[in-house]
């Protein structure tokens, strides 16, 4: 177990269809980082919270949307799906108050659009 | 230009064997670290090494070491005595910025390595 919890593992959803992912960070850190794993695209960043705040934006589609709670979880929407949002979400985090800087991957969500 | 560059895209390894997995970087921010994860076929993002930019010495980590040649802005992986659990996906990445600076990490296309028996 790395720290990082993502929820749910898989997800088989239709087309058109919205969908959220939940990250629940390694205690103490406050940064979540999102990434998108596709076979064409290999691994893209999406988008970084730092304690609440939104702080870098990487290649978010405009009908994805995050946000981080103050508990430090962060979720990950996705609205009106298409096939090739098909892909392997990452959630990571760093940045720990006592100092930790590494970053440590949950074991991601799989999600299928049909 | 991509900022994380790996090239070979399949390598093939004897059990016991050593292996080189390459990675080239490019940056113009004089402090960054370098990364490599493991992605076995179950998917999860395993953490081996790492390498900061002001590192004088080489990065160690049991059977995996990073050759860092910052002139020619490379980080190559060597996993040592290769085993057969060592049959994954391997990614390299890097981060811009100072140690503890939030930033996001850039990773390159990745490398499957096949360990042989």
């Known amino acids: 177990d790395s720290g990082v919890t993502q929820t749910p593992k898989h997800l088989i959803t239709a087309t058109g269809q919205r969908v959220t992912l939940r990250c629940s960070p390694r205690?103490?850190?406050?940064?979540v980082y999102w990434y998108q794993q596709s076979l064409d695209q290999g691994l893209q960043f999406l988008i970084q919270?730092?304690?609440?705040?939104?702080?870098a934006k990487g290649n978010i589609l405009e009908r994805f949307s995050a946000q981080q709670f103050p508990d430090l979880h962060s979720e990950l929407n996705l609205s009106s799906l298409e096939l090739g949002d098909s892909a392997l979400y990452f959630c990571?985090?760093?940045?720990?108050?006592?100092?930790?800087?590494?970053?440590?991957f949950g074991s991601g969500t799989r999600l299928t659009v049909v | 230009a991509q900022k994380i560059t790996q090239t070979q895209p399949g390598m093939f390894v004897q059990e016991k064997e050593a292996v080189t997995l390459d990675c080239t970087y490019d940056?113009?921010?004089?402090?960054?670290?370098l990364f490599w994860y493991k992605q076995p076929s179950s998917g999860e993002m395993i953490f081996l090494i790492y390498?900061?930019?002001?590192?004088?010495q080489n990065a160690t980590e049991g059977r995996y070491s990073l050759n860092f040649q910052k002139a020619r802005k490379s980080a190559n992986l060597v996993i040592s005595a290769s085993q057969l659990g060592d049959s994954a996906m391997y990614f390299c990445?890097?981060?811009?910025?100072?140690?503890?600076?939030?930033?996001?990490?850039?990773f390159g296309k990745g490398i499957t390595l096949s360990v042989r028996p």
């Open positions: 990445a890097m981060r811009e910025g100072q140690t503890g600076a939030n930033s996001k990490l850039t």
């Open positions: 990571a985090s760093s940045v720990s108050r006592g100092g930790n800087y590494g970053y440590t």
């Open positions: 205690s103490g850190d406050l940064s």
């Open positions: 919270y730092y304690n609440g705040e939104e702080r």
């Open positions: 390498q900061g930019s002001y590192d004088q």
């Open positions: 940056t113009s921010d004089p402090s960054y670290g």
